[in-house]
């Protein structure tokens, strides 16, 4: 009976230092800390990001590159004098806009005389717009998606 219960106690011990030891971030979600000090759970659908990768990979991937990675040069203007697709990834710029703006570039394009976007707005639904932002957001590291969420907070 001793015996039995040794390796009962054992076993949770075990199962309890395997739950403890988890990284959350798998489980779709984490705690991070943004710039302004607050404590935030990071959220992933991965329902949502998969979704979004699939229209992704078939609508952006040709301009943005498969992993978001934009035009290298995409801080000059080009020869037409507009700017090439920014990384979406989180080395870019795109953090520093609000879901809102995110959303508005994506269904209208980039405004006159900045970029080539064309507007994806009869072409993709709201839903499947909400995925691709939720996509691209996912590879942003936590520090940059801490700063973004910072911004999303003043702007709302």
């Keep these: 009976m001793r015996q039995c219960y ?9 199962s309890m230092a395997v739950l403890a030891g988890c990284d959350t971030s798998t489980m779709g979600q984490h ?7 607050s404590s935030i759970i ?28 934009g035009d290298p040069e995409w801080r000059k203007r080009g020869p037409d004098g507009l700017f ?7 080395s870019g710029h795109a953090w520093h806009h609000p879901t809102r703006q995110l959303r508005e570039m994506i269904r209208n394009g980039s405004p006159p005389g900045q970029g ?3 507007a994806w707005g009869d072409k993709l639904t709201p839903a499947e717009i909400d ?3 939720a996509w691209f957001q996912s590879l942003w590291p936590d520090p940059v998606y801490a700063a973004w ?3 999303e907070e003043r702007f709302q």
């Design 149 to 151: 969420f910072d911004r």
């Design 6 to 14: 040794r390796i009962s106690l054992l076993a949770l011990l075990g």
């Design 131 to 133: 995925a691709v932002i």
């Design 31 to 37: 705690v991070i800390q943004t710039p302004n000090g």
């Design 42 to 69: 990071r959220q992933t659908d991965q329902t949502l990001v998969s979704q979004g990768q699939v229209v992704f990979q078939k609508h952006c991937a040709f301009c943005h590159g498969d992993q978001a990675q």
């Design 84 to 90: 090439p697709p920014p990384p979406l990834n989180g």
């Design 116 to 118: 080539n976007m064309p």
